[in-house]
């Protein structure tokens, strides 16, 4: 060995010795998720932005590289918006839910199984992973019901059932198909439209078919990527940790409250069926799984039990 061959340590650059902290800090916890599966509903700000989806696509490749399972569940309702406003075809909500007729059904499955699944899934693919789109009607993936909502009509102060159309509830994952695509070393890109009984295809909120999906892997983590840093309490400070019952009690107190109240509901639905935790978390910081997950005390709220 020559004399310049290795540097001293005075000599290294700081930026090095930043990224061999980062290393060393983020393998116990890669050891940790060692052949166990982590679900990522990937949605909101994330999917508009090119540059922000191709660094989603490296780190689901990182996951997969390392030995954890990835399963990629995406959302597309801003597009699903254009393309019916394109078409002309009209659409309204119902407790955030999009009411979907027979038309209306027909762009849903083409904007999420077609154009956004397939490049989701590409994007993985080019980042060096082996990814594969797929929709919940491919291989039943996922069996649905229909959904319904009862609203209290204002006039008359009575409950009626509103019909959402096309709208679907997870009834049943085909798990096996799952695990031997993870075996196979592939990513599935999951978009979430199911079937029905009679073969009819169902638009099912993309939260909510990664819970199921979550809950019938029995994932170690479901990290559900927002728009916002995850549950704040009454100061509007982050909460890093939340069991099932005080998220019950936040809610019954109004401390979570709107569009959050799905979101936790989802997380308690998939611990209840047998995740480890689930995470809500900001999908607007770059790395954002990778912070989630490779640092002491992740970055998002974790429902469920306490991380250890």
Known sequence: ??????????????????????LAEALPFMRRYAGRTVVVKYGGHAMGDAAVAAEFARDVVLLRQVGINPIVVHGGGPQIAQMLD????KSSF????????????EVVEMVLAGSINKQLAAAITRAGGLAIGLSGRDGHLIRARKAM???????????????????????????????TLANSGIIPVIA??????????????????????????????????????GVLDGEKNLLQHLSP?????????????????PKVETC?????????????????????????????????????RAPG
Do not use: W
């Open 1 to 22: 060995m020559t004399e310049n061959a290795r540097k001293p340590a005075s000599g290294v650059a700081p930026e090095a010795i930043a990224k061999s902290r980062v």
């Open 86 to 89: 394109r078409l002309a075809i």
């Open 94 to 105: 119902v407790d955030g839910l999009r009411v979907t007729d027979a038309k209306a059904v």
């Open 149 to 179: 909502r009862v609203r209290r009509d204002p006039a008359t102060g009575r409950d009626e059932h509103v019909d959402l159309g096309f709208v679907g509830e997870p009834d049943m994952v085909n798990a096996h198909l799952l695990e």
């Open 192 to 229: 979430p439209v199911g079937f029905g009984p009679d073969g009819e295809t169902y638009n099912i909120n993309a939260d909510t078919a990664a819970g199921a999906i979550a809950g019938a892997m029995r994932a170690t983590r479901l990290l559900m990527m927002t728009d916002v840093s």
């Open 245 to 261: 019952q005080r998220v019950q009690e936040m809610i019954a107190d109004g401390t979570i409250s709107g569009g959050m109240i």
């Open 268 to 304: 308690l639905s998939a611990v209840a069926q047998g995740v480890e935790g689930a995470v809500i978390l900001d999908g607007r910081l770059s790395h954002a799984i990778l912070l989630e997950l490779f640092t002491d005390g992740g970055i998002g709220t974790l429902i469920g």
